[in-house]
């Protein structure tokens, strides 16, 4: 790969780190979402976010901040961190796509692409693939892509109505959105000063052509961290990969 197409993959990043996590309590009593530690870890989900940015070639990364901001700022300001990080806070909810708007305000080079992600995902995937995949295509933005598995068994039965097997936690059919994006220079002015992207930011694009999904590479490891069972088989799966 020539020196030229490196250059083109982004080296800037939004985190999205101002949720509540009200299903995590009372992990997150104290601590916003993203502070949350993988048990075992030693590490908050954001500062396992910020290593897989910076080994991904992420120089620099804004961070919003929300509730119970001044834990996560202290935590960034003691902690040796792999690449430069600006915080923001909102002073009044702008919602999801006035937030990012925001957020990316303060990137340090607005005429580049850039990655973003919600501060609750556990992943590991090439995001330069993803930025390849996204300039292939031409695309304003690019959504990750996830299959997430359900949490239930699931059924199989004949035409006849027989049962014929049982399947413990299947992939889900659909594919949905996994919280991590590459966003061209231009997609910053489309997003709205106030409310929600993906009702009004996204439609637009799909309808244009100009929005594109990148779906997880095969293998890849993808979970978001919405409960205290989700923290629980994170670790489960983390020490079983290491071992």
């Known amino acids: ?48 976010q910020l290593a897989w940015l910076a080994a991904e070639g992420v120089t620099d990364a804004v961070i919003s901040c929300g509730h119970l901001a001044g834990v996560l700022q202290e935590w960034l300001d003691s902690a040796d ?13 702008l919602g999801r796509g006035g937030g990012l708007k925001y957020a990316a305000a303060h990137l340090p080079h607005p005429d580049q692409p ?22 292939e295509r031409d695309a304003t933005a690019t959504l990750a892509l996830a299959r997430p598995r359900i ?12 049962i014929t097997d049982f399947i413990e936690s299947p ?16 997609f910053t002015s489309l997003l709205p000063d106030r409310g929600d992207h993906e009702r009004t930011t996204f439609p637009r694009l799909a309808r244009e052509r100009r929005l594109a999904g990148y779906p997880l590479p095969h293998g890849a490891y993808w979970r978001a961290i919405d409960t205290a069972k989700d923290l629980t088989e994170a670790a489960k799966e983390l020490a079983s990969a290491t071992h």
């Not at 800037?12 to 299903?23: E, H, P, T």
């Not at 949490?151 to 027989?162: L, N």
């Open 151 to 162: 949490p239930w068994g699931a059924v199989e039965t004949d035409a006849f109505g027989h």
């Open 1 to 48: 790969m020539t020196a030229s197409t490196t250059s083109t993959f982004p080296t800037q990043a939004v985190v999205l780190a101002g949720g509540q996590g009200s299903r995590l309590r009372p992990y997150t009593d104290d601590r916003p979402k993203p502070m949350v530690e993988i048990p075992g870890t030693g590490t908050p989900i954001i500062g396992h």
């Open 114 to 135: 850039w990655y973003a992600t919600n501060g609750d995902i556990w992943t590991r995937f090439s995001l330069r693939e993803m930025a390849s995949f996204h300039g």
């Open 81 to 93: 961190l792999p690449l430069r990080v600006t915080t923001v806070v909102e002073s009044e909810p």
């Open 171 to 186: 992939p889900s059919p659909y594919l949905i959105n996994a919280g991590v994006y590459v966003f061209s220079s231009a």
